[in-house]
């Protein structure tokens, strides 16, 4: 494997948790992890990782734009991850 697409799997992965992280916890002023335990009580879960999952079409677009087609694989492959999670989420 290469090391570009390892890191660009690693950042795909992480960048939807710090998204969703940073959204709560400063624009909802409230603690992640009640909104997160909430959220489950809900089943709503999977509504918010789709779009916590966003941030990944940016930072697609923005390796595409200089050159890293590798990173960007490995974010593709991050969020390709996020769909089957969501759909396993939905089903079970």
């Not at 390892?6 to 992280?21: C, E, H, M, S």
């Not at 789709?50 to 941030?55: E, G, N, V, Y």
């Not at 390796?63 to 590798?70: A, P, S």
Request: proline share 1%; glycine share 4%.
């Amino acid at each position: 494997m290469n090391k570009d697409f390892i890191k660009g799997t690693i950042v795909g992965l992480i960048a939807p948790i710090v998204a969703f992280v940073v959204y709560v916890a400063f624009f909802l002023e409230a603690d992640v992890l009640q909104t997160f335990y909430s959220l489950i009580e809900v089943n709503k879960i999977t509504h918010v990782i789709s779009l916590s999952t966003l941030i990944n079409l940016l930072i697609f677009f923005m390796n595409l734009k200089t050159n890293r087609e590798v990173a960007a694989k490995g974010i593709l492959l991050a969020t390709i991850f996020y769909a089957f999670l969501v759909i396993a989420l939905k089903l079970f």
